[in-house]
C-alpha cells in the first residue's frame, strides 16, 4: 500500500494534521483524507512564552544617563519577536514529532504568509527533507469537507 501524504495546517498558534491516502494501484481505495487527533497540547504549543528573559538593560549603577562614553549599543530586544520566534519553534516541533509518528512519505505545510519563513526555518532535517509543498493560507478554521475539497480538488 501507498505510504501516505501528511498536510500540516498551521495559523500560527495551532496545528492540524491531515492524512492523504491517494489512489493506489493494487488496491481500489479512493483517495480521501483523515484527520488526525491531536492532544491539546500538542495542537495549540504555547511555545515556552512564560519564560521572559530578554529584557532590555540598563545604566550600570556608576554610570549616568546622558554621558556618551557610558553608552553600550547592543542587539535591539523585542519580546513580540522573541514571543514570535519561539511560537514558530514550538509549532516546527509539534510538526517534527507528528510527521515521526505518523511514517508518512511527504509533507505538504499549509500556512499564512507571514508565517511561512518562520517556520519553514525551524522544521527538523526530516520532515524539511520531505517538505514537498508549501501552500499559503489559513484553512485551520475550515471543516474537514471544506479541507477535502481544497486538497482532493
Known amino acids: 500500500m501507498k505510504t501516505p501524504a501528511l498536510y500540516a495546517i498551521v495559523n500560527g498558534t495551532s496545528l492540524r494534521a491531515f492524512l492523504h491516502r491517494g489512489n493506489d494501484e493494487e488496491s481500489a481505495l479512493p483517495s480521501h483524507l ?4 491531536l492532544d491539546p497540547e500538542r495542537a495549540n504549543p504555547k511555545g515556552n ?7 532590555p538593560g ?5 554610570q549616568v544617563a546622558g554621558e556618551r562614553g557610558n553608552l553600550v549599543s547592543g542587539e535591539q530586544h523585542s ?10 519553534t514550538a509549532l516546527a516541533g509539534a510538526i517534527d514529532e507528528v510527521y ?8 505538504i505545510l499549509v500556512v499564512p504568509a507571514q508565517w511561512k519563513k518562520e517556520i519553514l526555518s525551524q522544521l527538523g532535517n526530516t ?11 489559513d484553512w485551520t478554521g475550515l471543516s474537514l469537507a471544506e479541507v477535502a475539497k481544497r ?3
Do not use: W, Y
Open 79 to 88: 519580546l513580540s519577536r522573541e514571543h514570535r520566534k519561539r511560537q514558530a
Open 58 to 62: 540598563r545604566f550600570d549603577t556608576n
Open 34 to 37: 483523515t484527520e488526525l487527533p
Open 127 to 137: 520532515a524539511s527533507d520531505q517538505l514537498r509543498d508549501s501552500i499559503e493560507g
Open 151 to 153: 486538497i482532493l480538488g
Open 49 to 55: 512564552l512564560q519564560e521572559d528573559t530578554d529584557r
Open 100 to 107: 515521526a509518528e505518523v511514517g508518512a512519505s511527504s509533507l
